[in-house]
């Protein structure tokens, strides 16, 4: 009986250990994978839309298509029409813009999966941010190299308040804000960001109410 | 101990529950939870862009248009603002030369109508849904039919209208059926004044009064700081004349009434009187007036009726003139009342209001006019509508069998609920009278009608309209036809056989009248963008005054007066639901009454004498009988009623399709004597047994008697200081760098309207509770506005000061907050520039911030108020209510605020997605282009319409919060407790008379 017992024991133990590590290790597979954070995440889009092709070959300002960025919070997407502007030259056959066409032709929106989604309790502007010098590849990376947009950055509070602690050295020269090759070396561009800093009063708060409210 | 312990596990009932079986237990439920954690990844969002965005479109930034409310008596000019197509709320039109900046609360929360999802959405034949184009085309078939017999049998029932398109169209009408019949639904009687000033003046015009010019107010029962018609221009313009630095200019107020109104809590001197007895009240003043001044000769025999009627009155009533005063304390009070009118002759005002008969109204016109006030303080306005028949003529139509077809136009007139003559509808039906009704709801009116069609919201349509000062204002769409719905003037025009027309075209035309010389394009673009025109004024200066109708109205009185007994009923306009035009509006249900706190219903209102002669205590039910009605409600005791008048409320107690509104209120419209007066007399009363928890937010009103007086006398405050200042230290950072936010309430200012509290919902995204969770002390308003009765007592007690404070609360951001004490997570905290932010996704739900907050500013969310989407999975509780859950009433929630979830607290933040959007805009543009006006305004302040709100950076010794908290009359409310508050009070100054020193009637 006793040897019985101490059997179904120590059977209980591995079991529960092994339960107990299992968990853990899977926590920590789960809510440390950079997945987690949506780093990774390009969904499938109605349309197979390369930034690669139109930032990065063609060169086209972000403004041209993100018309609101530096007025409003949002960067909005831009309107079908605003595509049109060259696809009715170009390329005004092939199959993989039949959704642009057709959403013309009906007078439909095209509806694109968000890539960068904060929570709902986040409020970010892009409007301050594209003013104060904060560069678009700071947050969404080298999109001129994505063929499917992406997101590239963990847009978690830690990754936000890394800058909003030290703007020095995320800052550019407004000029180059929408540049995406642009570049310096490390020390370089801390001094030049504090001089930014200093130039265009820059405050990178680190209140809680700055974005949740 | 043990032996119970023991005793339990082997008792039959015990849960035998131990830790192995827990976990058992628990085995499954947490393998689904971990199941549940695995697809817990971040949901797929989509975004819709334009096909083609229009120019100047900028997401996520609002837009602004101008247009204006129609309310009966006139249009309120308003500012909408759309957000992403949206119309998101609405402000006051700051450009409008009426300079009210502010709006009613009415106003203010008809946004939530246009959202409701009660609506009526179809079109209607006989209860079934028939296609539009079906029920358009039979508008024309009719008017087809009846234009060949012009229009006999033809009965329009219209509600009363500022808008001169549609007075253009009924012309037209008038044309194409020279034999209809015209009424009117006014079902509150506001339309008094302008029958008294067609008896006095031959022409009906309604009064128009200027606050503001003057120095001595009298009001006989005439609430026009809370009930009358254009009551928010009232407020603004009485804050004004009460402002005590203009050099000791202050206006001072005396009201007469049977139940304390809003008017009667700013007044400086109240006889509470009921208000049968105005009539002798104004008999009164007339004649003391009459002994003092030289009345014109034409006056002379209305003097002799007067002097015949108030004698008579006082002999009948000697004993029964019910008021809490005696005889003789009435006669000083009339004749220093009058002494004062006297003194301040052409700068006084006398007014009355839409519970006192034609011939009160007659006096008060012909008092005005003895004190030279008529072209000063009041002026006689002409009427646009041309339709005054009163809608009880409909009986004699209906007996005469006149009338065949019966068209109910307006939208939110609803003749069968205002004027519940069983026995006129029911004749109607039987006489297979055809009805065809434009209606905002499928109400009571909705039953008698054969076709309905769904009324569109005034953000819905295009129209035009008067503002009560003669300009008139556009009415633009900002949104289609949410459901389909239909405007006024194309119901009406389509009646006078027009055919395919727009309204957009058929205001256009009408406005072209007004245009004279130059081009109407362009003139209408700066109609429409500048939100008024001004045209002619409609005031009427050569008055003649007629004084023979009076005078027989006055005799025939005065001959069939008879001894009044017993209780009077008093039925007034509701706070909460006006007429029962507003009946589904949930912001006005909730929204606590200013003087009784009662939200979500109605009560008969009594007086203390009269509660405890029948031993009535709050919420007891009483059966109410008036003529061979018996209306059965619960009471509500409110000390200022007098002794012999029940106050109720009208417009509850109706059908409705919303599942919070409970049909159990009280609906007094049965009770009206008949459709023209509003007070019903001989009314008995009897105690039933049952009571029921009525839902009220604030029910002690008695002030901490430890605090400094928030009143002091006008005479006193230019003497000295009036509370010194202790030294404190203030261990806050005033940082200059950051903007320091404050506020300030001017308590003299603020009359307690509540206006602001429906801004605060509607800008912060607050929730709708529901009565039964108000009555457990959860409502979710972030500010309130509470009512305090303060009594000083002094050596003997008829010189007892009582005085009313109207005290705004909200979260008072103290520099040394004790919510941030307490909170274990840090969910609450200071930010630089001086607030106290709340940070939602911190919080835990331990409430102990809100136990130590002095103030009660902290409100909890108990359930999930706004996830509207756990309704349509498996997840089904914890929901409250689905009203806030609809998906068409989500289009009005404020993007830039967080909808927050059940199990965290909120509070006022100051309105701080304005502040930021203000700070990111001042950093934005360069120094060059910043506009000195622009500054940060919070919700309440930009509703306010008596500007008691200031909200500005106190670290700016030019800005006006800044100056405001420097003057002497700025207290912290609970200074005791040492909280440092930023939002601080200006305390109110009373202007009482020295020769009325009894102030226990205040």
Redesign the interface.
Known sequence: MPSEKSGNFYLNLIISVGLIVACGVWFVWYYVAPEYYGVGYAPVQPIPFAHAIHVGALKLDCRYCHTDVDKSWYANLPDSKTCMNCHQELLPETPRLKVLFDSVKKNEPIPWIKVHDLPDYVYFNHEIHVHSGVGCVECHGRVDKMVRTQQVKSLSMAFCLACHRNPASYLRPPAKVYDMTWSMDDEARLELGRKLQEELNIVASDDCSDCHR | MLESQSNNRNSKHSPTLNRREFLKTMTAPMLLAGAA??GC??P??????????PANF????PEYYATSMPRPEGAVPLLVKVYEGMPNKLNPNPNHPQGVNGLDHYTQASILDLYDPTRAKDYKKDDAPVAAENAIAYLTQIAAEKKIIGGKGLCFLLDSSPSPTRNRIISDLKAVFPNATWLINDPLNFQTAAKASKMMFGRALTPYYHIDKSKTILSLDGDILGGEPDFYRHINAFSKARSPDNGGAMCRLYVCESALSLTGVNADHRLTITSRDISYIAARVLLALNDCLKAPEAMTPLMKALTRYAETHFVLNAHSITSDADADYIDHWINVCTDDLISNISRSLVVTGYKQPVMVHGIVAAINLLLDNTNVTVDYNDILESVRSPLHQLNNLVNSGDVDTLIVSGGHSNPVFSHPDDDLWKRLRQANVNVLRLGYYEDETFDITNWHYPAAHYLESWGDAFSSDGNITPLQPMVQPLFNGMSESVFLSRLAGTRNVSDYDIVKNSFSEYVHGGSIESAWRGFLKKGWLNISHRRSTDLNLYTDDLIQLINRESATHTTATGCELVIKRSFHTDDGRSRNNLWLSELSEPITKLTWRNAYILGVGQADALGLKNGDIVEVEAGDLKVQGPVLIEPNTSPSTICVACGHGCVSNNTMIKNDAINPYPLKPNYEENVCNNVTMRKLSGRINLPLTQEYFDYNDNEPDPFVDLSKLRISAIHKDDERICHNNTNA??PQWGMVVDLNRCVGCSSCMIACRNENNIPIVGADEVRKGRVMDWMRVHRYVITRRQKSKANDTVVNIMLPVMCQHCENAPCEYVCPVNAT?H???G?N?M????CIGARYCANNCPYEARRFNFYNYHEYYYNKSLYKKPVMNEWNMQESKRALNNA????RKRGIMEKC?YC??RI?DYS?KD??SDSSSKSQNNKVTTACQDACPANAISFGNISDNNDEVAILKQDKRNINILDCVNTQPRTSYLIKVLNHNDKISNLSNV
Do not use: A, C, M, W
């Open positions: 954690t695995l990844r971040k797929e969002e989509v975004r819709y862009p334009f096909v083609e965005k900028v997401h996520g930034e760098e950051s905290v930010d630089k520039e607030l932010v940070v939602y996704n911190k830039d605020v967080t909808l933040t701080i997605q930021s990111i950093r934005i």
